[in-house]
């Protein structure tokens, strides 16, 4: 794979044919794939990355990114900032990374990953996988059924079309069905669910959730906490669960349950289905059956049983009853059904018919009548009752015919406070203040007027055109029939307009506002609102804070106001506005009007000709499905035309613009921008600025406008027209259309100094092939050119051509119109990118020295010469080939290439990004300053490396182990400071840091190195083992004491009781072992143990030499005792490497905690299980340690003592010695019994004296 790094500046990275990597690093990047499985780096600064056809991995690293996989099955990672993603087709998976990112899947099956920051997710066309992990984000699946997983934060989840599954996670989550049949999880915080079009599914889970089911059959459960459940339309299913909830049916026979808690269910009879209410006054406490009432419910009957009603009642009936709650009782017990153990209710207020409501397993002569308190029907005692004509009711209001007053007047509710009250106005236009407490208020009839004043308010309009005012604290607002105004006032309200052209007014507080039937108007106020315009043409306002507005149905107009607000169009012409702040507007169906205005907005036209504004601040404008306008406003703006033949233009501003499918046009404006066209016929113009503009597929036109601009036509027959300005033009040959220059050098007579890149056709490699083509004998690619352009020149058009692809004469051509190459001076090597000379510094066959004191190139070249250097390229930028030999490369400045070839080569790349090849032999490659790509070749080959590097062909196999020394990386100093920023404090070992970084390919401790087995696959992890630092473990024949004595280690079995400082006899869980050959010993001498003589940790410790490995820690003698690696100790009281170079084998030793054992008298560490060591063993140690004990791989232990660092232990070790001082303290073992046993004599090791 060939690597191209663009080092520090502003680069334009083109892919050959076929697989490579690009690294932008530096600076504000482009870089382009090609139709191969390509690896693209952003590095630090504002890249744009574009992977082509192919299976592709970006990653933009550091800043605002913009990555867009194209076609093939693509890797995205955005990293740090906040960065733009576009999987495009195929199953891509996209990963935002840090920061506030934008991730779109395209076409495919994606998985899209949001990370940390505020993400917006777009999953696209197909089932794609959206989590949105940290912060508050927004996820939209679009079509197909996806699957939506909040994570953390106040997140918003939009399922669009197809079956979709959405999970809130923790936070107050808003989620949305959307058409088809959903399923939405709401989690554990205070939520929203709406469930859209379709048959679905609503759990709201913990807290206190609004439900609502919307179109369709759905199936409602609140879960814990006090929940409003809305049915909608279709036969719906509402569980409340545990808590005080509110059920609502409106159209449709619904079944409502109300599970634990006092539940309130509403029905409104004529206007609603068939409602069945399977355990009214039981819950989940009792039943009917078994009289354990515990829960109080209740439900709004109100308005069929009332003292306006009474009268139709008692002539239907035959009856005289003088409280409307007496004909309810009698009623309901005439209507029990004892086979089917259910009441019926008929009545509508007129007469018996309409629809009918169901009390499963209620039987009022067997429970006991109803009271007001459960069905709002008075019964002569607590509810105020109008009168047919215009009434006052307030505090003062005398005309109730039992003498109830508002605010108790002497008259408490049972069950109610003394001021929580019960309003029936009746017919006629009643004006009903509800003053304090927490009030019912009914209009019924008439045009009415209702203030809920102090308190928990509920009001219902009733027929008429209304007017509701919930005032302070959390009310409930229910306009009815007619044209109503419904104002929320302070506090968390519920508006709902019902049929008419209502208009609702949220106020203060977070409120919800929901305008059902008619032509509407919703205005959201101050909060964090969510309006739904409903049926018929709505204009919906959110006002300040961060809104959700959901227009539903109509022609509908949106208007975000302050705040970083949600807007979703859905079907119809909407025009939507997000106003101030960070705004997230989707169109929805058909052709919509879409203005970002102030802040960095994110808008998306969905289906229909839409039209786009982007407005202020950095905004990503999507035309998505039709012939789309798209316009960026000011800021540095991202647009995507996606589907449809589009029209975009970016303004002002260092713009990128993307046509997408479809025929399109696409206007840079003012500003250095970039222009792709991708797939179809399109015109792309630069307009002001240098801009980069590439045509894509199909046949382009390209014009840059004024500026330095950078065209390309990609594939098919493109023509590009630079403009005024120094242009430069690319073309590759064999791999695109027949392009056409109309300017080149500023056209007939001009004199811009243009360029073109004709390198891929010209150059060392293809002059060969040329001459032989031409029967010539050319020294330079340069004065091959010329001769070809003259050749080829058509005296008739005026018009110079080149046809030579680099291998032959077929192919695509390239027309450079009105250039003369008889009368116009030659081409030259900054025009053209071609070489003037051979380009190559040779080498001989022997051992050379090459620096830039080389003299022997036979074509004169040298190393970082201005005079004989490669033209079109910086001065120092070098290619050296060495040749066969053991040769010494010193490539010196510049992005160079160097080649070892056979023998055993010493290659330097000096300062700048460079690329070695070793070849064969055992070479030693050494990068030097910048970041470097190295490729040892055949042979055991060392590598030298600096942060930034990428090693592209590590290998592990016998015979040709590689070797690339990271322990002034890796090592105890650095993993003490690594640990000690971290409260986890991850990992145990350097070897186990390295292997966690390397399993994510990236080495950070060394500065963003690479090891990789073919340039992009890391290697195996546990395939370093041997290349940087031991294993911590016993040696073998090492003796531990255990209860059947002094044991050697390799003997010892599962359960075996060990002595221990500080625990006393603790039984061994697990233990493996690891052996290192002969071979490797030779090869990596850090392997070899530590030996400790007997005796020199003093007090005749240890009893005989004790072998472990060198970063096994041993405790030392300093206040409580630290752990010091036995590495650490060398060179003090005889403890030194052993130079034996016979194979051995290591064993680990686990107990339930990291302990301090006894081996051969000393005391050393058990096996410390940290966080990452199982994630890090081979395979089969792996298994083996989760099967036998799994409770210790979720549990890790702290260590049983905290570990010195190196220096500071060095000079510690020194001191005890010069002063004589032991380097361990003696145990005192003393003669106990084991706890939980009775075995008198055994060792108890708790006692040992202090160190």
Known sequence: MVSINGGAGDDKLTAPAGSATLSGEGGQDTLLGAGGGDVLYGGEGDDLLFGGEGADTLSGDAGRDTLRGDGGNDVLYGGDGADSLDGGAGADSVYGGIGDDSLEGGSGNDLLHGGAGRDEIFGGAENDFLYGDADADS?????????????????????????????????????????????????????????????????????????????????????????????????????????????????????????????????????????????????????????????TDRIDLSDYFSHATLPNYNALNGTDFSSPLEALNHHLTVNYRGSSDSTRLTFNGTDNSGPVLTFQGLKISRDGPLSYEESFVSDGDGV????????????????????????????????????????????????????????????????????????????????????????????????????????GGAGDDVLYGGEGDDSLEGGDGDDYLSGADGGDTLDGGAGDDFLSGGAGDDVLSGGEGNDALYADEGDDRLYGGAGQDSLFGQDGNDTLKGGAGGDEIYGGGDADLILGEEGDDNLNGDEGDDTLYGGDGQDSVTGGAGDDQLFGGTGADHLFGHLGDDTLSGDEGDDSLYGGLGQDEIFGG??????????????????????????????????????????????????????????????????????????????????????????????????????????????????????????????????????????????????????????????????????????????????????????????????????????????????????????????????????????????????????????????????????DTLYGGAGSDT????????????????????????????NGDTLRSYNEARADAPHTTPLSWLRAEQAGGVLHAAGGLRITSDGSTPVDPFLLNITNTGVICFAQGTRIRSLRGLIAVEELRVGDLLATRDAGWQPLRWTSSQGVSKRELQDQPQLKPVRIPAGSLGGGMPGRDLYVTRQHRILFSSGAGALIPAKDFCGSAGI????????????????????????????????????????????????????????????????????????????????????????????????AALPGQDAPGALRTSAFAPL
Not at 390 to 414: C, F, K, Q, W
Not at 670 to 678: F, I, M, Q, T
Not at 835 to 853: A, K, R
Not at 961 to 968: K, T
């Open 384 to 487: 105020v009752t109008g009168s047919a004509g215009n009434d006052l009711i307030d505090a003062d209001y005398t005309g109730d015919p039992h003498g109830e007053r508002v605010d108790g007047g002497g008259n408490a509710s049972p069950g109610r406070g003394g001021q929580d009250d019960i309003v029936m106005a009746g017919a006629g236009d009643d004006r009903v203040s509800g003053g304090e407490g927490d009030d019912s208020l009914y209009g019924e009839a008439g045009n009415d007027t209702l203030e809920g004043g102090v308190g928990r308010d509920l009001l219902n309009g009733g027929a008429g055109d209304d007017l509701l005012s919930g005032g302070a604290d959390n009310d409930s607002l229910f306009g009815g029939d007619g044209a109503d105004q419904l104002y």
């Open 139 to 295: 996820l939209y699946g679009g079509a197909g059924n996806d699957y939506l997983s909040g994570g953390d934060g106040d997140d918003l989840l939009d399922g669009g079309e197809g079956k979709d599954s959405l999970f809130g996670g923790s936070g107050a989550n808003q989620l949305f069905g959307g058409a088809d049949n959903d399923a939405l999880y709401g989690g554990e915080g205070n939520e929203s669910l709406y469930g859209g079009a379709g048959n679905d599914v609503l759990d709201g889970g913990k807290g206190d959730d609004l439900l609502d089911g919307g179109q369709g059959n759905d199936t409602l459960s609140g879960g814990a906490g006090d929940d409003s459940l809305f049915g909608g339309g279709g036969n719906d299913r509402l569980l409340g669960g545990d808590g005080n909830d509110t059920l609502v049916a409106l159209a449709g026979d619904d079944t409502l349950t109300g599970g634990g808690g006092d539940d309130l269910f509403v029905w409104t009879g004529a206007e609603r289905g068939n409602v069945t209410i399977t355990d009214f006054r039981t819950g989940n406490s009792g039943s009917a059956q078994d009289g354990d009432d515990s829960n």
């Open 943 to 970: 590598f030298i490396v600096t942060a930034g590097d990428l090693v592209a062909d590590f290998q592990t196999s016998p015979g040709e182990s590689d070797f690339v020394d990271l322990s002034h990386y890796y």
């Open 1136 to 1231: 030194a490497e052993c130079h034996q170079q016979a194979a051995q084998r290591y064993y680990h030793l686990l107990l339930d905690r990291h302990h301090l054992i006894e081996a051969e008298g000393s005391w050393c560490e058990s096996l410390y299980l940290g966080p990452a060591l199982p994630r890090l063993m081979p395979l089969s140690e792996r298994r083996s340690l989760v099967t036998s004990c799994p409770d210790l791989v979720r549990t890790p232990a702290p260590l049983a003592r905290p570990e010195m660092r190196a220096h500071a232990a060095r000079r510690a070790i020194r001191q005890h010695v010069q002063m004589g001082l032991p380097l361990q303290g003696q145990p005192q073992l003393t003669s």
């Open 670 to 931: 003012a500003g250095n921008d970039s222009l792709w066209g991708e797939e179809g016929d399109d015109r792309l113009s630069g307009d002001d600025g240098e801009d980069l503009l590439f045509g894509n597929d199909g046949a382009d036109s390209l014009f840059g406008g004024a500026g330095e601009d950078r065209l390309e036509g990609g594939a098919g027959d493109d023509v590009l027209t630079g403009g005024s300005g120094a242009d430069s033009f690319v073309w590759q040959g064999a791999d695109r259309g027949n392009d056409i220059i109309t300017d080149f050098r500023g056209g007939p007579g001009g004199t811009d100094a243009d360029s073109v890149d004709l390198s891929a056709l010209f150059n060392p490699d293809t002059l060969a092939t040329y001459n032989a083509l031409t029967n010539q004998a050319f020294l330079s690619p340069l004065d091959a050119l010329n001769h070809h352009v003259t050749a080829q020149f058509d005296p008739l058009s005026g018009d110079a051509r080149i046809t030579f692809n680099g291998t032959d004469f077929a192919g695509p051509v390239l027309t450079l119109q009105g250039f003369n190459p008889q009368s116009e001076p030659p081409l030259t090597s900054a025009e053209t990118f071609v070489l003037g000379q051979n380009g190559i510094v040779s080498g001989t066959d022997g051992d050379d020295l090459m620096d830039s004191s080389y003299l022997a190139d036979p074509e004169g070249d040298r190393i970082d010469d201005p005079e004989r250097d490669l033209p079109g390229r910086p001065l120092t930028n070098d290619r050296i080939e060495a040749g066969a030999g053991n040769d010494t490369l010193h490539a010196g400045a510049g992005n160079d290439t160097l080649f070892g070839d056979s023998g055993d080569d010493f290659l330097d790349g000096g300062t700048g990004n460079d690329l070695l090849y070793g070849g064969t032999g055992a070479d030693t490659l050494q990068g030097g300053e910048g970041a």
